[in-house]
């Protein structure tokens, strides 16, 4: 079974290049790659009793296709329900800094629940579903009043489902995943409403975002890890395919779909980790865009993102 899934799961990533190489994305998600089964470099160890409560403090910082950096500091809360299941809470405080303005406020909340539904000693399978609650509608303005674009948002402004699986192995972590967004949001971007006539020429470089939906994710993740006895490192692939078009609302008042708002978003991923004990140590994740996605009204385009955690099991 185990080589059935790696061979099946390796042939989709070659058709996904395949069929996808002319419009493709970059470093970029809406938050459920790093939620339950979805997270990258997973423990595999059967020799060490199962930790039911995790914390991890991390810091996040992304660059972006334009001047906008992206800083999100985030604790992410593991509850063991029983030895098979657990819960997760993620609660981010995000800011954004870039040629129009800072923004800065508690981010997304992101609420999963994982179930382990197959365990052997070679390899186990667990499935995850939860959902993302925002934390405000994604309308954040400039001091002079114009509606920023999604890039300065600290929330996508919708209520999303999600549920993903998982294989891990001691080598080997294959894990897809979806995320459906509910709702429209709040944004009001558009470049026609733009006051400030000296940033025009720039403000123009950003994609619409009025009152936008977006379309539905669906990530797939592929690690190789290599473990030690207290060092481990992992590198990966980590395609995000849009699968529908986005939707905004134009100038007109007419809710339209713009050209290339789908396709791949297609990341490198590097990761390594150091652990103090078996509770305790810290973690270095790099992501680097590969390709990018024709248009991005929801401003998640990342160049380069870091990400450095430290982690305390009990």
């Known amino acids: 079974m185990f080589r059935f899934f790696c061979r099946s799961f390796l042939l989709l990533i070659l058709f996904a290049f395949h069929s996808h190489t002319t419009r493709a994305q970059g ?3 809406a938050g459920f790659c ?4 979805m997270k990258p470099d997973q423990p595999f160890n059967k020799k060490i009793a199962l930790k039911l409560r995790s914390m991890e403090i991390s810091f996040y910082r992304g660059t972006t296709t334009l001047t906008p950096v992206i800083y999100v500091a985030t604790a992410d809360l593991n509850f063991g329900l029983n030895a098979k299941t657990s819960f997760q809470v993620k609660l981010p405080y995000q800011m954004a800094r870039g040629q129009l303005g800072n923004t800065s406020s508690l981010g997304d909340i992101s609420l ?3 179930r382990n539904i197959r365990s052997t000693e070679k390899y186990d399978i667990n499935f995850s579903f939860g959902g993302k609650l925002p934390s405000n509608n994604s ?3 400039d001091a002079e009043g114009n509606a920023l674009p999604m890039y300065y948002q600290t929330s996508l402004g919708t209520y999303d489902l999600i549920a993903g699986v998982s294989l891990i192995s001691r080598n080997w972590m294959f894990a897809t995943g979806v995320q459906l967004p509910l709702n429209r949001n709040g944004n009001q971007f558009l470049w026609t409403e733009w006051k400030d006539q000296d ?3 720039y403000v123009q470089k950003y994609a619409n975002s009025k009152e936008l939906k977006r379309g539905a994710d669906v990530m797939l993740r592929i690690e190789r890890n290599f473990r030690f006895s207290r060092l481990n490192f992992t590198v990966g692939l980590l395609p995000i395919f849009r699968v529908y078009h986005d939707e905004i609302t134009d100038k007109t008042g007419e809710r ?8 791949l978003a297609l990341s490198g991923t590097f990761t390594t980790g150091y652990s103090f004990n078996v509770r305790s140590g810290v973690k270095l994740l790099l992501a680097h865009k590969i390709r990018n996605r024709e248009f991005n009204p929801d401003g998640l385009t990342r160049e380069f993102v870091s990400t450095l955690g430290y982690y305390y099991r009990f």
């Open 27 to 29: 470093c970029s998600d």
């Open 34 to 37: 790093t939620m339950g089964a």
């Open 112 to 114: 999963c629940l994982t």
């Open 139 to 141: 309308n954040k303005h």
């Open 199 to 201: 940033e025009l020429d």
């Open 256 to 263: 339209v779909r713009p050209d290339g708002a789908m396709g």
